[in-house]
């Protein structure tokens, strides 16, 4: 059973930089690509963006110039990082593994809060 | 302007039927890509719900359907019952954002 564990530092001041990791266990880690999602309070899912076992990814546009993930397949573990934050990045974080274009495992996810 | 668009929310009663529209655009739903629908219970992570536009993971009920047509997606719960009260979230890819969108979301409450 593949599962999805997570963490990382739940309280960041402003400019400070959020720093997340996923680790994989119990499956492949190399047939999938690893994604990052952040949910805002009361809104909805945001996708960050997403990691494959090569090291290839892709942002969403709005984050790109602040994101960067980066995998350890030696661990089966993938990061998230992100640069400058502000109020506005306060979300639970989540990392997820995408098939075929849709998310089947979650991690349980990881609230952040941007405060000073 | 949200890609995937959907009703703040809808209610029924139980044992009735509803459905949650998801309004997408040319450069996602309408270019081709498939819709896939999340069920969020409070506090947890969205759970997959239907893939591939209609297609069930094992453990879903049948009373959750899912279907498409040219630049939107519906998602239909038959048999409404008190569990089913969440949130659900639409997603797609979209070729403008070269990524994956999610919709608006829809808060369903059985009466």
């Known amino acids: 059973q593949v599962q999805l564990q997570q963490w990382g530092a739940g309280l960041l001041k402003p400019s400070e930089t959020l720093s997340l990791t996923c680790a994989v266990s119990?499956?492949?880690?190399?047939?999938?690509?690893w994604n990052w999602i952040r949910q805002p309070p009361g809104k909805g899912p945001e996708w960050i963006g997403e990691?494959?076992?090569?090291?290839?990814?892709n942002f969403n546009p709005s984050l790109k110039s602040r994101v960067t993930i980066s995998i350890d397949t030696s661990k089966n573990q993938f990061s998230l990082e992100l640069g400058s934050v502000t109020a506005a990045d306060t979300a639970v974080y989540y990392c997820?593994?995408?098939?075929?274009?849709?998310?089947?495992?979650w991690g349980r996810g990881t609230l952040v809060t941007v405060s000073s | 302007q949200s890609l995937l668009t959907q009703p703040p929310s809808v209610s029924g009663a139980p044992g009735q039927r509803v459905t949650i529209s998801c309004t997408g655009r040319?450069?996602?739903?309408?270019?081709?890509?498939?819709v896939y629908w999340y069920q969020q219970l409070p506090g947890t992570a969205p759970k997959l719900l239907i893939y591939?536009?209609?297609n069930r993971p094992s453990g879903v009920p049948d009373r959750f359907s899912g279907s498409k047509s040219g630049t939107s997606a519906s998602l239909a719960v038959t048999g409404l019952q008190a569990e089913d009260e969440a949130d659900y979230y639409c997603?797609?890819?979209?070729?403008?954002?070269?990524?994956?969108?999610f919709g608006t979301g829809t808060k369903v409450t059985v009466l």
């Open positions: 040319s450069s996602n739903i309408g270019a081709g890509y498939d």
């Open positions: 997820a593994r995408l098939v075929r274009g849709y998310l089947d495992l």
């Open positions: 990691i494959n076992h090569s090291g290839s990814t």
């Open positions: 997603q797609s890819y979209d070729s403008s954002l070269s990524g994956y969108v």
């Open positions: 591939g536009n209609s």
């Open positions: 119990g499956g492949s880690f190399n047939d999938y690509y």
